[in-house]
């Protein structure tokens, strides 16, 4: 009613909630997809395991499937023994096993905080500590040279990097001002060399 609007085209379920069973979530939201409400339905902070139990669930009823996953993203990654300051739920970072999984079940993955609250942009804001160890500084300088080499900025090369993944990851990106979505739409419509994507990949 808020959105003046009778469907919606995603509906996401935003963390996971162990106080409910997988079997009662799946069913909740393929209802919606049901009900005409929403148009797909996707899960955000939740590990692998739980998209690929729902969705055997789904599939077993004949019901709506969740259809993509949403997951923290970036260029940069923290350590994984340490909790990016901010995160206070334990399946927010995207893993090995959830590219995984969408490569195989065909779920869409969509990155959010791609941009690290534009610190690729300005150096002068501190990183989380997760993020203090020598692979971060590795990666800002092969960064920094693809983005002087493309005449681009920072945080378009890693918008564009994330296009390139396979399997292909779709960001999220917050902005404050047309020039920053101007940018982040040019980034993602431009297409990395393949030298700049191999090179980009290996930095740590």
């Given at each position: 009613?808020?959105?003046?609007?009778?469907?919606?085209?995603?509906?996401?379920?935003?963390?996971?909630?162990?106080?409910?069973?997988?079997?009662d979530v799946a069913e909740t939201f393929g209802d919606l997809v049901e009900q005409g409400l929403t148009a797909r339905i996707g899960l955000s902070n939740h590990p692998a395991w739980y998209a690929?139990?729902?969705?055997v669930h789904a599939q077993q009823r004949g019901a709506a499937g969740f259809s993509a996953l949403q997951l923290r993203e970036s260029f940069l990654h923290p350590r994984?023994?340490?909790p990016v300051e901010g995160e206070d739920h334990p399946h927010g970072m995207m893993t090995i096993e959830s590219?995984?999984?969408?490569?195989r079940c065909g779920l869409d993955l969509w990155a959010y905080t791609p941009l690290l609250t534009g610190a690729y942009e300005h150096p002068e804001r501190p990183l989380p500590e997760a993020y203090e160890h020598p692979g971060t500084d590795n990666r800002l300088t092969v960064l920094r040279r693809w983005s002087d080499s493309l005449a681009?900025?920072?945080s378009q090369?890693?918008?564009a990097l994330l296009n390139a993944q396979?399997?292909?990851?779709?960001?999220?990106?917050?902005?404050?001002?047309?020039?920053?979505?101007?940018?982040?739409?040019?980034?993602?419509?431009?297409s990395l060399p393949e030298e700049a994507v191999e090179e980009l990949n290996a930095a740590g």
């Open positions: 009613q808020r959105l003046q609007t009778e469907r919606i085209d995603m509906y996401w379920a935003h963390m996971e909630d162990r106080e409910q069973s997988v079997a690929a139990a729902a969705n994984p023994d340490t590219k995984d999984l969408a490569e681009m900025k920072p090369v890693v918008l396979q399997p292909t990851i779709t960001p999220i990106v917050g902005v404050s001002s047309v020039a920053q979505l101007a940018d982040a739409v040019k980034a993602t419509r431009f």
